[in-house]
């Protein structure tokens, strides 16, 4: 393990591009479970697709009750010590960006600029408007629903959704752009706290290693990537970045 630890804090110091993947893994010591873990918040219902919450409005009452349902835990999350240790890559001038597919908005709320995140799967604190595209904070969304208004309306008409993607509904493909040119382009791709079961998300690691990239996983369980990575490291998020940036510390 120290070896791998090592190994990693070399290249993320010597690397000119090192771009980090993140997963609900990432977020876990937070107190949000994954996606996979039996019983959380997020395994409890069948979601609703994207279809049925534009046709019907029932769909769109049950959508944002669940929603409702979630947000004090949401907002009681706080970023842990796997962000933290990612701000302070950033901070030493060692970070290119963080692709992520949580929606949690932990990477911004530990201190990375907004433009050195890249939403694959959007953020739940914002609210956007299916018509006119308007975005609302998720406490203004909260406060209506918590005042009787069960599926709430933009101004304009259109249907407020969390600026999500749920099933069924298009990537944002700028996002979707934006890290795939980061993964094309790094040096050092590092997997955290992810299965890389999610397209296509989980082609960013693929399209690092085609374009020579040094490819890294640190992740508790099993991943399809797990025989072509360079370093494995099966082992909890903040302890393991924690020490990496520690034995960077020794290095520059
Ligand atoms: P996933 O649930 O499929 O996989 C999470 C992985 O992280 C698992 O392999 C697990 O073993 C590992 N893990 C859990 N805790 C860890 C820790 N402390 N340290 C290291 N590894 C740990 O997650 P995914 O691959 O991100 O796919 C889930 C999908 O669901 C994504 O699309 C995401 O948008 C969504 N989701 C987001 C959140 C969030 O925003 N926090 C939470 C749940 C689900």
Not at 116 to 129: A, D, F, I
Request: hydrophobic letters at 35%.
């Amino acid at each position: 393990m120290n070896e791998k630890i090592s190994l990693i804090a070399q290249r993320i110091s010597e690397g000119d591009e090192n771009v980090v993947f993140t997963g609900a893994g990432i977020s876990t010591e937070s107190g949000i479970p994954d996606y996979r873990s039996k019983g959380g918040i997020w395994d409890k219902f069948r979601p609703v697709y994207f279809d049925e919450f534009m046709s019907s409005k029932n769909s769109r009452i049950e959508y944002w009750r669940r929603k409702a349902e979630l947000y004090h835990d949401l907002m009681k999350a706080k970023p842990n010590s796997a962000h933290r240790s990612l701000v302070r890559l950033y901070e030493m001038g060692l970070l290119e960006a963080v692709i992520t597919q949580n929606i949690d908005g932990l990477h911004q709320e530990s201190g990375l600029p907004d433009e050195k995140v890249v939403e694959l799967h959007g953020n739940t604190r914002r609210v956007r408007c299916m018509s006119c595209g308007k975005i609302i904070s998720i406490h203004e969304a909260q406060n209506r629903i918590e005042a009787g208004d069960l599926a709430p309306e933009c101004g304009c008409g259109g249907y407020l959704k969390s600026d999500t993607v749920s099933f069924g509904q298009s990537m944002p493909e700028d996002e979707v752009q934006k890290a795939k040119e980061l993964s094309q382009n790094c040096d050092f791709f590092l997997v955290v706290g992810s299965t890389l079961l999610v397209q296509p998300a989980a082609l960013m690691p693929y399209y690092a290693k085609q374009s020579g990239a040094f490819l890294a996983i640190i992740n508790l369980s099993e991943t399809p990537y797990d025989e072509m990575c360079d370093v494995l490291i099966r082992g909890k998020a903040g302890e393991v970045l924690t020490e990496i940036v520690n034995e960077i510390r020794g290095l520059i």
